[in-house]
């Protein structure tokens, strides 16, 4: 008998929108940084016309790329990631126009750990990843409380102990 999967309805915290923007931000800023040097050194040595074609060709890409993973990417990615926690089963979900879904047997999973860099670390976020046979997979930006309170239930329904270190 096959039982009815119903949608998950967890969310990643909103503050995870502004770890991500403060990243790409940092990144936009480095690659401002090269496309710059990359001009005045093009303008100082006189390199061949097509460089500086290319150069700006690099330019309104970059720009492009730092419109969608400043501005629109963190959104959609808070607004439509969703995962849910069952005895049997993790389900993660992510996507709006190709929609993901992943079932996690609890059964498999090997190890569950929580990961923060300094950009988590800032807004007091941790991303848990949970580990099996073949495949990591990332619950990304919970809030403390609620990160530790997921690892220990996975932890639990995977009857995995905790090791003391």
């Given at each position: 008998m096959i039982r009815e999967i119903r949608e998950p309805l967890q969310r990643i915290e909103s503050e995870y929108v502004r770890a991500i923007r403060l990243k790409e931000c940092i990144w936009s800023a480095v690659s401002i940084v090269i496309l710059v040097t990359s001009f005045v050194l093009y303008d100082l040595y006189n390199w061949y016309t097509w460089i500086l074609v290319v150069l700006w060709i690099i330019a309104a890409i970059d720009f492009i790329y730092m419109i969608w993973s400043i501005g629109i990417a963190p959104v959609l990615l808070q607004r439509y990631w969703?995962?849910?926690?069952?005895?049997?089963?993790?389900?993660?979900?992510?996507?709006?126009?190709?929609?993901?879904?992943?079932?996690?047997?609890?059964?498999?999973?090997?190890?569950?750990?929580?990961?923060?860099?300094?950009?988590?670390?800032?807004?007091?976020?941790?991303?848990?990843?949970?580990?099996?046979?073949?495949?990591?997979?990332?619950?990304?930006?919970?809030?403390?409380?609620?990160?530790?309170?997921?690892?220990?239930?996975?932890?639990?329904?995977?009857?995995?102990?905790?090791?003391?270190?």
């Open positions: 969703r995962y849910e926690l069952g005895k049997e089963f993790i389900q993660l979900q992510k996507g709006r126009l190709v929609r993901t879904n992943q079932l996690i047997p609890m059964a498999k999973v090997q190890y569950v750990s929580l990961e923060q860099g300094p950009f988590l670390r800032q807004y007091g976020l941790f991303n848990i990843e949970i580990g099996t046979m073949g495949s990591l997979h990332v619950i990304p930006g919970l809030k403390e409380e609620e990160a530790i309170a997921v690892r220990t239930k996975i932890l639990e329904f995977a009857q995995i102990r905790e090791v003391e270190s």
